[in-house]
């Protein structure tokens, strides 16, 4: 659970610097990437084959529906959580990107702050039942 709320505050802070300049500074992954994959509950090759394969189309694509951090931030998050915890989050912050889309009505959005938000009501969630 310690690990947990760590992550879960670096998060917060990205989720900052993602909201004010859209980009945020990859070195503060390194701390939470080393813990996670030190305490991992998913195979490691696993984890980097689908990133390998998902940052590959993304960079084919030209970044054209999320960032390059996004996808760090969610395969760190893999580490933390289950597969179905996961896929939770991945719908939770989909789900709150397109709320925000139709409430501010700009093309693009940062992506970070919806995923702090799922990954805080799904570890909140599963401290609490």
């Known amino acids: 659970m310690l690990l947990d709320f760590l992550l879960l505050l670096i998060l ?5 610097q993602d909201i004010r300049s859209q980009e945020f500074n990859s070195v503060w992954l390194a701390t939470p990437l080393f813990l996670g994959a030190l305490f991992y509950r998913v195979p490691v090759f696993l984890i980097l ?3 390998i394969i998902c940052l590959t189309i993304n960079t084919s694509t030209h970044e054209r529906y999320v960032g390059n951090g996004d996808l760090d931030i ?5 580490f933390y959580v289950n597969f179905y915890n996961f896929w939770l989050i991945c719908t939770c912050s989909c789900g709150i990107q397109i709320f925000c889309h139709y409430i501010n009505g700009k093309k693009t959005l940062p992506f970070v702050p919806a995923i702090t938000l799922s990954y805080g009501i799904v570890v909140a969630y599963t401290f609490l039942f």
């Open 12 to 16: 917060i802070y990205i989720s900052y």
């Open 49 to 51: 084959a689908g990133y």
């Open 74 to 78: 969610l395969v760190i998050i893999l």
